[in-house]
């Protein structure tokens, strides 16, 4: 079985800063691994995914992750944060044959001015 | 397509009532996912369905909570009795598999 530890519950970054976002999975077969972000009172919506291929993915809204095998890591990361960028981000990931979806527990990204 | 469409978006019931919570897929898509978000457990995998099959409802919190798919447009969760403990904010997604899996808006359901 799948599982996902996002090892932040909450950030707090000032505009215009760097951000990390730190998610580690563990499956004992091959993944596809996602960034979902879920703004308030609204549903969840994709980031950006790595299915296979270049292990540096980069997303909407200027983000990118890079899958890291021997570390089971996929990483959030965003050079310069906006106000806009506060939200809720998921790290989820799903066995390639069953497609169970299983997701972390969610970090809260706030940007203070 | 006009995405996954859940009804209805806010659901006020008392306790003890049933609650019955729709959800229609993607067309084309073959899995489909009922997720419960909650603050103190976060985003809950309750059941997936792959053509119309369930395939792992290990995540139902127990025997008051049923889901169905009788066909490949169309989803219900349904909770009966309800308790106030079941609030929450209720998701489902669908995936062609392929790719990435595509949400709704979501229902917000308080029992009060």
């Known amino acids: ?113 | 397509d006009a995405g996954v469409i859940q009804s209805p978006r806010h659901e006020v019931t008392e306790m003890g009532q049933e609650v019955t919570l729709r959800c229609k897929p993607i067309s084309g898509h073959n899995s489909l996912f009922w997720y419960r978000q909650t603050m103190m457990r976060g985003l809950e995998l309750l059941i997936y369905f792959n053509n119309n099959v369930p395939i792992d409802d290990s995540g139902m919190p127990e025997d008051r909570f049923s889901a169905k798919m009788p066909n490949a447009s169309f989803s219900t969760l349904k909770i009966q009795p309800s308790e106030p403990r079941d609030s929450a904010v209720y998701f489902c997604a669908s995936t062609s598999g392929l790719s990435e899996a595509f949400f709704g808006q979501g229902t917000r359901l308080t029992v009060v």
């Not at chain 1, 299915?51 to 200027?62: A, D, E, H, M, P």
């Not at chain 1, 570390?71 to 497609?99: M, N, W």
Request: aromatic share 12%; with cysteine; hydrophobic share 35%.
């Open chain 1, 1 to 113: 079985a799948q599982s996902v530890t996002q090892l932040d519950s909450q950030v707090p970054v000032f505009e215009e800063a760097p951000v990390e976002l730190r998610c580690n999975y563990s499956s004992s077969v091959s993944v596809y691994l996602f960034w979902y972000v879920q703004y308030p009172n609204q549903g969840l919506q994709l980031l950006l995914k790595y299915l296979s291929g270049s292990t540096l993915v980069k997303g909407i809204n200027g983000f990118e992750a890079e899958f890291n095998k021997s570390q089971t890591s996929f990483h959030l990361r965003k050079p310069s944060v906006h106000i806009s960028d506060t939200a809720e981000y998921f790290c989820a990931v799903s066995d390639q044959g069953a497609q169970k979806l299983v997701f972390g527990q969610g970090t809260r990204l706030t940007i203070n001015p």
